[in-house]
């Protein structure tokens, strides 16, 4: 059994995602970063970045508990842990890690930056918004570079990259105001045709599809967190204002 510790994000969705593509057991725990549980010594002992995702596998190697956190690590780790989604050996695999690198590297902080300068940034941060907008149109032709000449962004075969990646571009596509009017016309992802059509097979994978249910399960919880946070909670899960380090 594996326990799963998260909230509802791109980067907890990445591994819902992952456990129903490998079909491990598992069960979902929230965690109310508004309220700063992720700095609690108990949390900290399995997650000491203070972040969600984090899972617990119960049958860890030798048969012991075994906490594992980093979206990036639990996907390697589940990949190793079942014999999926990750290419034993070879070249197949060294393209693997690289496009799961560039998603741990580019994709999750640069789409995350932007969602915060679009939503929780004071006024007046105009040039955070325009510089992860540019950086994030750049990854997407990065992206799309990719997916034109490669079914999926490790080769011929799904894998643990494309897991890490989907969900970032599924929240973004709700979210970024150029994708946003982009889907009014039509079709969100128009301008990478590439990404587009590997979003959509992406999408349509049945296991993928429980994975963001399960993934979206976290809302309620998160909603009311949200609703219960103070000025002072979003200044801690920021670290700005008196929590500035
Ligand atoms: N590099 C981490 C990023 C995870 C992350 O940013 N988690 C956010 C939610 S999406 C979080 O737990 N934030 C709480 C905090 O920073 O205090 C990963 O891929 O697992």
Not at 40 to 53: A, E, H, M, Q, T
Not at 67 to 76: N, Q, T, Y
Not at 108 to 124: D, E, I, K, S, T
């Amino acid at each position: 059994m594996i326990d799963l510790y998260g909230m509802s994000s791109p980067n907890v969705v990445k591994i819902t995602v992952m456990l129903e593509e490998v079909g491990l057991a598992y069960r979902q725990h929230h965690v109310n970063v508004f309220a700063g549980d992720q700095h609690v010594s108990g949390f900290l002992k399995i997650s000491p970045n203070n972040k969600v995702p984090v899972i617990v596998d119960a049958d860890g190697p030798g048969g012991a508990p075994l906490p594992v956190f980093e979206s990036g690590a639990i996907l390697l780790y589940l990949a190793e842990k079942t014999g999926k989604l990750l290419p034993a050996s070879g070249v197949a695999r060294t393209t693997v890690m690289e496009w799961l690198m560039v998603q741990v590297a580019s994709v999750g902080p640069m789409f995350g930056q932007l969602v915060h300068f679009l939503r929780y940034a004071p006024a007046g941060n105009d040039y955070g918004a325009q510089r992860y907008t540019s950086e994030v149109r750049r990854i997407l032709g990065v992206l799309d570079r990719r997916l034109a000449t490669a079914a999926f962004l490790g080769g011929d075969e799904y894998s643990i990259a494309d897991v890490a990646t989907w969900p970032w571009l599924r929240t973004a596509s709700g979210i970024y105001p150029f994708l946003t009017a982009a889907a009014a016309k039509g079709d969100a992802l128009a301008e990478w045709p590439a990404v587009g059509r590997w979003f959509a097979a992406i999408g349509a994978r049945p296991a993928v599809a429980r994975g963001v249910v399960n993934g979206d399960r976290f809302l309620e919880d998160d909603k009311s967190a949200f609703g219960a946070a103070d000025p002072d909670a979003f200044d801690r899960f920021f670290n700005r204002g008196k929590f500035t380090r």
